[in-house]
């Protein structure tokens, strides 16, 4: 087991370095913009290329290719979970956020914006039948959805149309848009380019009046990024002053009046848009049984690739959290005073806090005090903590399960404590907790999925990625949930197979001695 | 009182003044005795005398309060200014001196009975392991399980498993064999195979101290009999006398009520 933790580990730490140099020089010298994006969020921003899983699309990730080749280096995209864009900055997993993310004036207090490039109205969505409603008073005491920490959700509020509890904010820009159609929502109120994308497509729903208000996306760098901030603010310069910023929107079907006055440039749009019809194409197809397979057969690399990464990081994190576990159990049973108090405040601590916190305070927490891990060694470092935690309980009741005759035979015999417990009780009490490791074991696999808060892509982020991309919960969802059951059985059989296999010599353990 | 004496002009075995309570209960109330080499004590009282708290303070197992254990020259006491680490070493020293036989036999249910038997002389003595196979499977020759080596203790019957048991007591070569209430456990019939063993033991001329019940055993097995009565030695003869001749009301009462 050791071993294989090493192994995963050692995988885990050089599938991704955190890097946690600074500025324009390293960036130049890396001959890379690394920017940071969440590719579940959806189109238009960062997606999954509906024909292509393997490939992400986005008119974000056409202006970063543009702005790496201002720079003179070429474009590396990073994802990490959207909420949480702003603090890997500052830890340093990339040089700047660009993904969305609207300037205010609290997130100016944790990082430098650039100038915007794009300004955002927003589209107010409703289903196709309320056709009398044209804005927001014809919505006057009903349910409304939008995203979460919006310029929209600051709308919704202000307006005093609606109460608290009648504002759902949405994590996903795809969901307020489902629960629409289902009636569980009576208007979205959103940025305009996920209306066009997510809304416009949509046969049931229509747009409710003109676009109002600005919501405007601006990069974000670290602060003291001056020289990074400056080259990125000529770049968006340039790009604008050539057209090419322009021509960038107008390809996406996303050029308003907003962008059209933050980048000086009023001429009427009448230019095709290419990418929003071949979007339009991608999704509008309801694809055959036959089509529909061999799309799911494209899902295979990337949702197995996640697997992996779920499979890797739960057998070392779990590998790590049976060696702690024993460690404490024996600590707590057999240790000096201290050493027992240490190992149950430990065990209760852990278990009293949300795992979520733990892995937030470990990779976001952490570098505070100078010590910056890598998303595979925060995750495998937070489970396996966190689960140790578990295990220590499994094995001391599995060492309190072996008679105390057994102990006393062995001392009898001669040896020391330590033989004792290393030769006869957890021998025992090893197979006594074959059967709840393994549980825990199966769950750690599920909840494994908690980490991609800290940035990593496994199985469950891999689906979220692809449903969102192809609004296919269902099949996706399908496939996933195959994947995890399929990692989680072999597992299941292995711990009936050493049951049965130790069997013989349980039946005849003296009940109590 | 005549004593026998051992080869080095002192008994091999000696226990004295031991005191143990606990809480407010006297268990042992200052027991005194010793055991020559080669021989075989049987130790008998009433249920709750506190005869296995006396094997298994011998042992080391159980703190006492009072006395000293004395096993060859290795000495347990508790006079003060013994520190507790001294004791500790002397604690096992005596351990690796004396086998211990449990009423529950005890036997180690992950392992074979070679495992069983193999274990503590690898761990504790460090014998190579086919050297303590080796020497296992003639010690299980000799308790007449040659062809159990390879069973684990659940497919043996308690005979067998006891005698498993006492192998690998014998294992560790002690000087002293302690048993406590060896075959209280098992079916009647499987008696015999397991005090059949302790005879040949006795006749190789190991020492051995018995808590038994079994008083046919006693009468013709023993050298001497110790009789315990509420954490006291009430009676200390030889086995023919004390059987034909018990001179303490209790020990009287006692065989009367076992007859
Ligand atoms: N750990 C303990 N805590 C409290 N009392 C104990 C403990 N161990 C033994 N005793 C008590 O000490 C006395 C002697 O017990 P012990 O088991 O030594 O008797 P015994 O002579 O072996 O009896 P038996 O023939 O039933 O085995 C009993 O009264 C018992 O209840
Ligand atoms: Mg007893």
């Given at each position: 087991m050791g071993r294989i933790a090493f192994t995963a580990l050692a995988f885990l730490v050089s599938a991704s370095q955190a890097d946690a140099q600074d500025g324009l020089p390293a960036l130049r010298a890396r001959g890379a913009l690394r920017w940071g994006a969440d590719a579940e969020g959806g189109a238009p921003y960062v997606f999954k290329d509906p024909r292509d899983p393997n490939r992400?699309?986005?008119?974000?990730?056409?202006?970063?290719?543009?702005?790496?080749?201002?720079?003179?280096?070429?474009?590396?995209?990073?994802?990490?979970?959207?909420d949480k864009l702003l603090d890997a900055v500052n830890r340093g997993d990339f040089d700047v956020a660009m993904n969305g993310i609207e300037v205010t004036e609290d997130r100016r207090e944790v990082v430098a914006f650039t100038r915007p490039y794009y300004v955002a109205p927003e589209q107010l969505v409703v289903r196709k039948t309320d056709s009398h409603v044209t804005g927001l008073a014809d919505l006057a005491g009903k349910r409304v959805g939008t995203l979460k920490a919006s310029l929209a959700a600051r709308i919704l509020r202000g307006v005093g149309l609606f109460k608290e509890g009648d504002i759902a904010e949405y994590e996903g820009q795809v969901e307020p848009y489902q629960d629409l159609k289902l009636g569980r929502l009576d208007g979205v109120l959103m940025d305009y380019p996920i209306a066009q994308y997510c809304a416009r497509p949509e046969r049931d729903l229509a747009f409710a009046g003109p676009p109002f208000g600005q919501a405007f996306y601006a990069?974000?760098?670290?602060?003291?990024?001056?020289?990074?901030?400056?080259?990125?603010n000529e770049a968006l310069d340039r790009l604008a002053r050539t057209g090419e910023l322009r021509a960038l929107y107008e390809r996406w079907a996303l050029w308003n009046d907003a962008t059209a006055d933050l980048l000086g440039d009023r001429a009427p749009s009448t230019a095709p848009a290419p990418e929003y019809e071949s979007y339009l194409e991608a999704i509008g197809k309801k694809p055959g049984l036959g089509e529909r397979l061999a799309r799911y057969a494209t899902f295979l690399p990337p949702l197995l690739a996640g697997a992996l990464v779920t499979l890797l990081l739960s057998v070392s994190a779990m590998a790590l959290a049976?060696?702690?576990?024993?460690?404490?159990?024996?600590?707590?049973?057999?240790?000096?005073?201290?050493?027992?108090?240490?190992?149950?405040?430990?065990?209760?601590?852990?278990r009293?806090?949300?795992?979520?916190?733990?892995?937030?305070?470990?990779?976001?927490?952490?570098?505070?005090?100078?010590?910056?891990?890598?998303?595979?060694?925060?995750?495998?470092?937070?489970?396996?903590?966190?689960y140790a935690a578990y295990e220590a309980e499994n094995y001391r009741a599995g060492i309190q399960a072996v008679p105390r005759g057994q102990t006393e035979a062995a001392l009898s015999l001669g040896m020391g404590r330590l033989q004792a417990l290393r030769h006869v009780v957890l021998p025992q009490a090893f197979r006594i907790v074959i059967p709840p490791v393994?549980?825990?074991?199966?769950?750690?696999?599920?909840?494994?999925?908690?980490?991609?808060?800290?940035?990593?892509?496994?199985l469950t982020k891999q689906y979220g990625m692809l449903a969102a991309a192809h609004q296919d919960y269902l099949g996706v969802g399908a496939l996933a949930a195959a994947l995890y059951f399929g990692l989680g059985l072999p597992f299941a059989r292995l711990a009936r197979w050493s049951e049965v296999r130790f069997?013989?010599?349980?039946?005849?353990?003296?009940a109590a001695a | 009182m005549g004593r026998?004496?051992?080869?080095?002009?002192?008994?091999?075995l000696e226990v004295e003044g031991l005191r143990k309570s606990v809480g407010s209960q006297e268990i042992l109330r200052g027991v005194s005795f010793d055991v020559p080499r080669g021989r075989l004590a049987v130790l008998l009282g009433p249920s709750g005398s506190g005869k296995s708290t006396l094997l298994r303070c011998v042992n080391g197992l159980e703190t006492f309060d009072r006395g000293r254990v004395r096993v060859g020259e290795?000495?347990?006491?508790?006079?003060?200014?013994?520190?507790?680490?001294?004791?500790?070493?002397?604690?096992r020293e005596v351990r690796r001196r004396t086998g211990m036989v449990f009423q529950q036999w005890n036997l180690f249910p992950h392992l074979t009975a070679l495992g069983n038997v193999a274990l503590a002389p690898r761990v504790v003595k460090g014998v190579p392991r086919a050297e303590a196979d080796e020497r296992a499977a003639a010690l299980l020759r000799k308790v007449g399980l040659a062809d159990k080596a390879g069973s684990f203790p659940s497919q043996l019957s308690g005979g067998q498993q006891q005698r498993v048991a006492i192998a690998r007591a014998l294992a560790m070569e002690p000087e002293v064999m302690l048993y406590d209430e060896p075959t209280s456990a098992l079916d009647p019939a499987l008696v015999a195979e397991v005090l059949g063993v302790m005879r040949a033991l006795k006749d190789e001329g190991l020492t051995q101290v018995v808590v038994t019940h079994e008083m046919r055993f006693a009468r013709e097995a023993a050298d001497e009999v110790l009789f315990l009565a509420a954490g006291e030695l009430a009676e200390r003869a030889p086995a023919a006398d004390f059987f034909a001749n018990p001179r303490d009301p209790r020990a009287r009462e006692f065989l009367g009520r076992a007859s």
């Amino acid at each position: 087991m050791g071993r294989i933790a090493f192994t995963a580990l050692a995988f885990l730490v050089s599938a991704s370095q955190a890097d946690a140099q600074d500025g324009l020089p390293a960036l130049r010298a890396r001959g890379a913009l690394r920017w940071g994006a969440d590719a579940e969020g959806g189109a238009p921003y960062v997606f999954k290329d509906p024909r292509d899983p393997n490939r992400l699309v986005g008119f974000e990730w056409d202006l970063a290719a543009l702005l790496a080749r201002e720079l003179g280096v070429r474009a590396e995209m990073v994802q990490n979970q959207w909420d949480k864009l702003l603090d890997a900055v500052n830890r340093g997993d990339f040089d700047v956020a660009m993904n969305g993310i609207e300037v205010t004036e609290d997130r100016r207090e944790v990082v430098a914006f650039t100038r915007p490039y794009y300004v955002a109205p927003e589209q107010l969505v409703v289903r196709k039948t309320d056709s009398h409603v044209t804005g927001l008073a014809d919505l006057a005491g009903k349910r409304v959805g939008t995203l979460k920490a919006s310029l929209a959700a600051r709308i919704l509020r202000g307006v005093g149309l609606f109460k608290e509890g009648d504002i759902a904010e949405y994590e996903g820009q795809v969901e307020p848009y489902q629960d629409l159609k289902l009636g569980r929502l009576d208007g979205v109120l959103m940025d305009y380019p996920i209306a066009q994308y997510c809304a416009r497509p949509e046969r049931d729903l229509a747009f409710a009046g003109p676009p109002f208000g600005q919501a405007f996306y601006a990069i974000a760098v670290r602060k003291g990024d001056a020289a990074l901030l400056s080259a990125l603010n000529e770049a968006l310069d340039r790009l604008a002053r050539t057209g090419e910023l322009r021509a960038l929107y107008e390809r996406w079907a996303l050029w308003n009046d907003a962008t059209a006055d933050l980048l000086g440039d009023r001429a009427p749009s009448t230019a095709p848009a290419p990418e929003y019809e071949s979007y339009l194409e991608a999704i509008g197809k309801k694809p055959g049984l036959g089509e529909r397979l061999a799309r799911y057969a494209t899902f295979l690399p990337p949702l197995l690739a996640g697997a992996l990464v779920t499979l890797l990081l739960s057998v070392s994190a779990m590998a790590l959290a049976v060696a702690l576990g024993i460690g404490l159990a024996v600590a707590r049973l057999y240790g000096p005073r201290a050493l027992r108090a240490l190992a149950a405040a430990y065990v209760e601590l852990v278990r009293g806090t949300p795992l979520l916190v733990q892995l937030y305070m470990i990779y976001y927490g952490l570098p505070q005090a100078g010590v910056v891990l890598s998303a595979p060694v925060a995750a495998f470092l937070g489970l396996g903590l966190n689960y140790a935690a578990y295990e220590a309980e499994n094995y001391r009741a599995g060492i309190q399960a072996v008679p105390r005759g057994q102990t006393e035979a062995a001392l009898s015999l001669g040896m020391g404590r330590l033989q004792a417990l290393r030769h006869v009780v957890l021998p025992q009490a090893f197979r006594i907790v074959i059967p709840p490791v393994t549980n825990d074991f199966i769950s750690l696999l599920k909840d494994s999925s908690i980490v991609a808060v800290i940035a990593m892509v496994e199985l469950t982020k891999q689906y979220g990625m692809l449903a969102a991309a192809h609004q296919d919960y269902l099949g996706v969802g399908a496939l996933a949930a195959a994947l995890y059951f399929g990692l989680g059985l072999p597992f299941a059989r292995l711990a009936r197979w050493s049951e049965v296999r130790f069997a013989t010599d349980r039946a005849a353990w003296p009940a109590a001695a | 009182m005549g004593r026998d004496v051992g080869a080095n002009g002192a008994a091999l075995l000696e226990v004295e003044g031991l005191r143990k309570s606990v809480g407010s209960q006297e268990i042992l109330r200052g027991v005194s005795f010793d055991v020559p080499r080669g021989r075989l004590a049987v130790l008998l009282g009433p249920s709750g005398s506190g005869k296995s708290t006396l094997l298994r303070c011998v042992n080391g197992l159980e703190t006492f309060d009072r006395g000293r254990v004395r096993v060859g020259e290795v000495v347990v006491e508790t006079t003060p200014g013994n520190g507790a680490a001294a004791r500790e070493a002397a604690v096992r020293e005596v351990r690796r001196r004396t086998g211990m036989v449990f009423q529950q036999w005890n036997l180690f249910p992950h392992l074979t009975a070679l495992g069983n038997v193999a274990l503590a002389p690898r761990v504790v003595k460090g014998v190579p392991r086919a050297e303590a196979d080796e020497r296992a499977a003639a010690l299980l020759r000799k308790v007449g399980l040659a062809d159990k080596a390879g069973s684990f203790p659940s497919q043996l019957s308690g005979g067998q498993q006891q005698r498993v048991a006492i192998a690998r007591a014998l294992a560790m070569e002690p000087e002293v064999m302690l048993y406590d209430e060896p075959t209280s456990a098992l079916d009647p019939a499987l008696v015999a195979e397991v005090l059949g063993v302790m005879r040949a033991l006795k006749d190789e001329g190991l020492t051995q101290v018995v808590v038994t019940h079994e008083m046919r055993f006693a009468r013709e097995a023993a050298d001497e009999v110790l009789f315990l009565a509420a954490g006291e030695l009430a009676e200390r003869a030889p086995a023919a006398d004390f059987f034909a001749n018990p001179r303490d009301p209790r020990a009287r009462e006692f065989l009367g009520r076992a007859s």
